[in-house]
């Protein structure tokens, strides 16, 4: 397969409608990829918390529309990002969207785990509560955003579903940019199987954002890497290696207490 991870900078200068139509652009122009991902509310900005409700939509909305027609133009399934809806209650939540090569949505997926702890998006956003995977003719995707990959069981669940390429759209801060990369190998080797971890670029919030984005393959091992600035991530890879790596070295077949629970419910 052909991924092209875009790590967009997400900067104030920038109106939210000039990077929607630029980021369409840089969808666009990525035909020949089988898979194209973009960053955690790149829209706004992960941590531009002051302007979520103004800029909130709801789940077909601008941004919805706009990166349904650039999936459609390239040809590539796309997995937009996450932005910031407004459900029919009124709750915000960071929502990721996965679009088919027609540009027809297969996925929405709301973030589980809200970063923040008791201010942000903690507090501004409700949590998601549904794993979410979507099939693909080479590969499964098993979704996550940001916060979400410091929490392994949620990427055990998504195995148990069927998933062999664990996709995070982040918006991670450059303080903890050793942790990103720490975590994403680390979901990849006790999961057996590839990690596409994207980042934004640029400050926003005033938080400086670390870019890097990375893909990891089952064994751990990196295949690339984004610098901290603005670029299209390439690589190739070879969905195949999950099954291979899950039958040469068997560890998932050892797990107990993940068993051992679903006995006792």
Not at 8 to 20: G, K, L, T, Y
Not at 73 to 79: R, T
Not at 110 to 138: C, N, Q, S, Y
């Amino acid at each position: 397969m052909h991924a092209s991870l875009i790590q967009i900078a997400v900067n104030p200068d920038e109106s939210v409608n000039s990077r929607r139509e630029r980021v369409a652009s840089l969808v666009a122009s990525q035909r020949g990829a089988d898979l194209v991902v973009l960053p955690e509310l790149w829209p706004v900005g992960a941590f531009a918390y002051a302007v979520f409700a103004d800029e909130a939509e709801p789940l077909q909305g601008p941004t919805h529309d706009i990166m349904a027609k650039a999936a459609a133009e390239a040809g590539v399934w796309l997995h937009a990002g996450s932005f910031v809806e407004r459900a029919e209650g009124g709750t915000l939540y960071n929502t990721s969207l996965v679009f088919s090569p027609e540009g027809e949505r297969a996925a929405a997926y709301r973030k589980i785990h809200r970063f923040g702890f008791d201010k942000g998006e903690a507090v501004l956003m409700g949590a998601g509560e549904e794993l979410v995977t979507v099939a693909l003719p080479e590969t499964v995707l098993g979704l996550a955003t940001c916060y979400d990959l410091r929490f392994p069981e949620q990427f055990r669940g998504l195995v148990d579903a069927g998933a062999e390429t664990l996709v995070v759209s982040a918006g991670w801060p450059e303080r903890r940019r050793s942790h990103w990369t720490l975590l994403a190998q680390a979901r990849a080797v006790e999961n057996q199987a590839y990690v596409l971890a994207v980042g934004c670029a640029g400050t926003h919030g005033g938080v400086e954002q670390a870019g890097r984005s990375i893909v990891v393959d089952p064994w751990g091992e990196v295949l690339a890497e984004a610098g901290a600035d603005e670029e299209v991530l390439t690589v190739e890879f070879d969905p195949a290696r999950v099954a291979a790596t899950r039958e040469q070295f068997p560890a998932l077949k050892d797990r107990r207490l993940g068993l051992a629970r679903r006995r006792l419910a």
